[in-house]
C-alpha cells in the first residue's frame, strides 16, 4: 500500500512515470528490430543478389567500375551517331591492325547497329538499324568482299527476320530468307567456299513434353538449317535435329516454358553451323553442351562431342569436353576445332570462366585433347553469345559476347590486346553486348558525301563508311564568279580519327569546302559547299577566350559588390533600429487598436 504523503505521491508518479518509459523504450526496440528484420529480408532477396553479380577486382580502372557509364561513348559535331569509347590493356597494346567488326546493343546503347572500327577504336563506320542486329562480319562471296548480318525482332524469344549483305559502298545487294515457310534466326550465317550460304531456322513444333516436366500437348523449338544456292534460291540441304536428338539429350530446364507457339521449350538451341572441305556439317547444340559432326549427304550424325551422347575419351582430364552452354564451333582443319565455352547460361554461378578453345579429335582411337584455352585477365563470365576467330597471323581473336569486350591472344594464350567496351565491373548485368566480334581486313567507299560542321574558327569533317581517306584540303572560294564558283586549296591537313578538326585559315572568309584525298593524291569526294558567316565584333568578343575572361571576371566582381553593400546597409539599419528604447505593441483597450506603438 503506498503513502499518502507528498513523497510518497512523488514516488508513486515516479514508478508510473519510469514503467511508462521503459514500455515506450520496449515497444521502440521491437519497432527498430522489426524493421531490421524487414530491411534484411529485402537487401538479401533484392540486393544481395544484385551485388553479386558485381566483377569486383582489384585491378580494376576507373573505366571499367563505370565511372564513365555503362557503356562510355564518343559523339561528334559533324555526324549525329555515336561510337564507344575503347579502353585498351595493357600499355603499348600490340593489336592487330585490321578493323573490328562488331554490333553493340543493350540498355546503355542509344543507336544500335553494326559497325566498324579501327585498330585503335576510332569509328569508321555504323548505321542504326531497328530491331535487332547480330553477327556482324566480312563474307567472300563470288570473289567479291560483302558485309553481312542479321536484322530482325525478338520479340518471341527467338529471332524473326532476314540476312542482308552489302558490298564495299555500304548498298545493300541481297536479303536473304529461308526457304519455305521460316523465318530467319539471329544466330548464324555463312557463306561456304562453294559461294552457297547456311542459314540457321528455329521452327516452334507441337510436341509431348511431359517427360521433362512440360504439358502433354506442348510446343518445342525445333533446330533446322538449310544449305541454299544464294543466286537461284535452291534447296540443296535440310537437317532437323529432333530427327536424332531427344528432349533427354537437353540440360536446359523447361520452367513454365512450352504451353504455347510463342513461347515454346527451347530444348536444343543450335547457334552456329559451320561446313568443311568435305562436306561435313560442324553443328553447336548450347542446351545439350553438345556439338555434332552431321553427314553432308544422307545427314546422319558422325559423332558427337560433350554432353550426353559424347562419343570420345578426354584425354586432357575433362579440360576438352567438360565446355557447356557454348557458342561457334568451328573447323579449324581435317581434325581440329574451336568454340566459345561460355560455361554459364545465368548468374547463378558466379565462379563459371567462360574461355576460347582449341581442340583436337583423333578420330580412329576417338580421342578429343585440349590444344590450347584461352581465357581472360579478368576471369570473365559471359552467360551467352561469344566466339573464337583464328588470325591468318597465328593469333586467336575472342569476343566475350554478353561482356563488352574483345581479346587477341598469341597462340599459345598470352593476352596480346585486351580491349573493353563497356564497364567490366558491371558486365555480368548486360548493359552493353555485342553477340560476336571479329577482325577483318575491309575498303570502304561510301556513296555518300564527307559532312562536315563549322564552328566560328573551324570546321570538323568525317566521313561515315571510307577507308582510303589520307588527308582533308581546304578550297576556299576565288572570289570571281558565284555562277560558276572556281575554289583554290589554302590548307591540307592529315586525317585524325573518324573526325578531323581543321582550324579555318585567314584565306578562308566567305564560301570554302572541303576535299578528301587519298595516300596517292587522288579526289575521292568533297563535301558541299561551307559558308564562313564574317566575324562580327560580338563573334571576335566570343572566340577570344581572354576578351571572354575578362568579361566574366568583371561581371562577378560587379555581382560580388553590389551583394557585399547590398547586405552591408542592411545590416546597418538592423543595427541601428536596436538600442535601450524599442517600440513594443500595446492593446488599446477603448479603440482596439493594435498598431500603436509606445516606447519603453
Known amino acids: 500500500m503506498f503513502s499518502r504523503t507528498p513523497s510518497g505521491v512523488f514516488r508513486l508518479n515516479s514508478w508510473f512515470h519510469s514503467e511508462r518509459l521503459h514500455k515506450r523504450l520496449s515497444l521502440t526496440w521491437i519497432s527498430l528490430s522489426l524493421v531490421a528484420i524487414g530491411g534484411a529480408i529485402v537487401f538479401y532477396i533484392f540486393a544481395l543478389p544484385q551485388l553479386l553479380r558485381l566483377r569486383i577486382r582489384t585491378d580494376l580502372s576507373w573505366y571499367d567500375l563505370g565511372a564513365e557509364g555503362f557503356g562510355p561513348d564518343r559523339s561528334y559535331l559533324s555526324f549525329d551517331e555515336e561510337s564507344p569509347k575503347i579502353e585498351v590493356s595493357p600499355p603499348g597494346a600490340k593489336c592487330d591492325s585490321r578493323y573490328t567488326f562488331l554490333a553493340p546493343r543493350g540498355d546503355s546503347i542509344a543507336h544500335p547497329g553494326p559497325m566498324i572500327l579501327d585498330a585503335a577504336g576510332e569509328l569508321v563506320w555504323t548505321k542504326w538499324n531497328s530491331g535487332t542486329t547480330q553477327d556482324f562480319k566480312v563474307q567472300r562471296y563470288k570473289g567479291k568482299e560483302y558485309l553481312t548480318y542479321w536484322q530482325g525482332d525478338t520479340d518471341d524469344n527467338y529471332g524473326r527476320g532476314s540476312w542482308y549483305m552489302l558490298d564495299s559502298t555500304y548498298t545493300q545487294k541481297y536479303e536473304i530468307s529461308p526457304i519455305g515457310m521460316f523465318d530467319g534466326d539471329l544466330h548464324d550465317f555463312q557463306i561456304t567456299s562453294n559461294d552457297t550460304a547456311i542459314l540457321m531456322i528455329y521452327d516452334p513444333i507441337p510436341v509431348d513434353l511431359s517427360s521433362v516436366g512440360g504439358p502433354e500437348l506442348g510446343w518445342m523449338y ?6 541454299v544456292n544464294l543466286e537461284t534460291g535452291e534447296l540443296l540441304f535440310q537437317w532437323r535435329a529432333s530427327d536424332f536428338y531427344s528432349l533427354a539429350d537437353s540440360y536446359h530446364p523447361i520452367g513454365d516454358t512450352g504451353h504455347g507457339r510463342t513461347s515454346a521449350y527451347d530444348w536444343l538451341h543450335i547457334n552456329s553451323v559451320d561446313k568443311d572441305s568435305q562436306g561435313r556439317y560442324l553443328v553447336s547444340m548450347r542446351h545439350t553442351h553438345t556439338i555434332a559432326c552431321i553427314d553432308g549427304t544422307n545427314g546422319e550424325v558422325i559423332w558427337s562431342l560433350g554432353g550426353k551422347r559424347n562419343n570420345f ?10 565446355f557447356s552452354w557454348q557458342h561457334d564451333a568451328r573447323w579449324r582443319g581435317s581434325n581440329r576445332l574451336s568454340l566459345f565455352d561460355n560455361a554459364a547460361y545465368s548468374n547463378d554461378n558466379p565462379s563459371a570462366v567462360s574461355r576460347g578453345m582449341m581442340v583436337d579429335l583423333d578420330f580412329e582411337e576417338r580421342q578429343a585433347t585440349l590444344l590450347q584455352s584461352y581465357e581472360h585477365p579478368q576471369d570473365m563470365m559471359a552467360v551467352s553469345q561469344g566466339n573464337v576467330q583464328v588470325l591468318d597471323t597465328g593469333n586467336v581473336f575472342v569476343g566475350w559476347g554478353h561482356s563488352a569486350a574483345f581479346t587477341e591472344f598469341s597462340p599459345d594464350g598470352e593476352v596480346v590486346c585486351n580491349s573493353h567496351f563497356g564497364a567490366s565491373a558491371w558486365f555480368t548485368f548486360g548493359r552493353v553486348v555485342s553477340y560476336r566480334v571479329f577482325k577483318f581486313d575491309w575498303v570502304g567507299n561510301p556513296l555518300t558525301s564527307p559532312e562536315a560542321a563549322l564552328t566560328p574558327n573551324s570546321v570538323f569533317v568525317s566521313w561515315n563508311g571510307a577507308t582510303e581517306v589520307a588527308s582533308w584540303l581546304v578550297e576556299t572560294w576565288d572570289h570571281r564568279s558565284l555562277t560558276n564558283m572556281t575554289f583554290t586549296a589554302v590548307d591540307q591537313v592529315p586525317r585524325d580519327g573518324f573526325e578531323t578538326e581543321i582550324p579555318l585559315a585567314a584565306e578562308v572568309d566567305s564560301f570554302f569546302r572541303v576535299r578528301a584525298i587519298h595516300s596517292n593524291g587522288d579526289s575521292l569526294s568533297v563535301t558541299e559547299v561551307l559558308h564562313r558567316p564574317p566575324v562580327s565584333s560580338e563573334e571576335g568578343l566570343y572566340g577570344n577566350p581572354w576578351a571572354l575572361g575578362a568579361v566574366v571576371l568583371v ?13 552591408h546597409r542592411r545590416l546597418l539599419q538592423r543595427s541601428e533600429s536596436s538600442g ?7 492593446k488599446d483597450e477603448e479603440d482596439g487598436d493594435e498598431n500603436e506603438r509606445l516606447p519603453l
Do not use: H, K, M, N
Open 222 to 227: 525445333d533446330g533446322v538449317f538449310q544449305e
Open 313 to 322: 575419351t578426354d584425354i586432357s582430364d575433362g579440360a576438352a569436353t567438360d
Open 555 to 567: 561581371a562577378l566582381g560587379c555581382l560580388v559588390c553590389g551583394v557585399y553593400f547590398a547586405v
Open 580 to 586: 535601450p528604447y524599442q517600440l513594443v505593441p500595446r
